[in-house]
């Protein structure tokens, strides 16, 4: 989508120059910004420090939008679905968009996850059903009980990870 346009003196002659909805930076210092399509400013045109805290990390598995994640060394960094029933597999963060194994998925380690479905409003836990979450924290030998966030409505979950504790 566009932008709106806007006139501008060229050098005294009135020119018609489109806002630019992201930044390469210095280059378009001065630039009138437009919103994108969900009315909001890109990060590109934000400072360093403002903005989601992601990351681009290579996929070790198909992962779907909302599912939680865990970064993992596999010669480097790798992400694939945090899993209770796994010691080792802690949720760090989140994907709003579906990823194929080895693409580089952007991980999102706080925020709002909207891609999540099904959810009851209140506190959340790591699934044992990998990159879920559930209202009920797993209670099996071997699992982990991690807080991941809290939901605010069936489509919405506020991650914030908290330490994990592996039962006996």
């Known amino acids: 989508m566009a932008g709106d346009k806007y006139l ?3 050098a005294g002659t009135t020119t018609e120059k489109a806002a630019i909805q992201t930044s390469a930076g210095a280059g378009d210092a001065g630039k009138i910004p437009a919103l994108d399509a969900a009315g909001l400013l890109s ?3 934000m400072p360093v420090g403002i903005g989601a805290d992601t990351a681009a990390i290579t ?5 779907s939008a909302g599912d939680l994640v865990n970064v993992w060394n596999s010669t ?3 992400v694939r679905k945090a899993d209770a029933s796994t ?3 802690e949720a760090h ?3 709003l968009a579906a990823v194929s194994s ?3 998925a952007t991980v999102y380690f706080e925020g709002n996850d909207t891609g999540v479905t099904g959810l009851t409003p209140g506190p959340q836990f790591l699934s044992t059903t990998p990159g879920a979450a559930t209202l009920t924290a797993p209670s099996g030998s071997g699992n982990v009980v991690q807080r991941v966030g809290f939901a605010t409505a069936a489509t919405a979950l506020n991650f914030q990870s908290q330490p994990p504790i592996v039962l006996a």
């Open 8 to 10: 501008y003196n060229n």
């Open 43 to 45: 990060t590109t045109m």
């Open 59 to 63: 996929a070790s598995e198909a992962l």
């Open 76 to 78: 480097g960094a790798k």
């Open 87 to 89: 010691s080792g597999k």
């Open 93 to 95: 963060g989140f994907v």
């Open 102 to 104: 080895s693409a580089t």
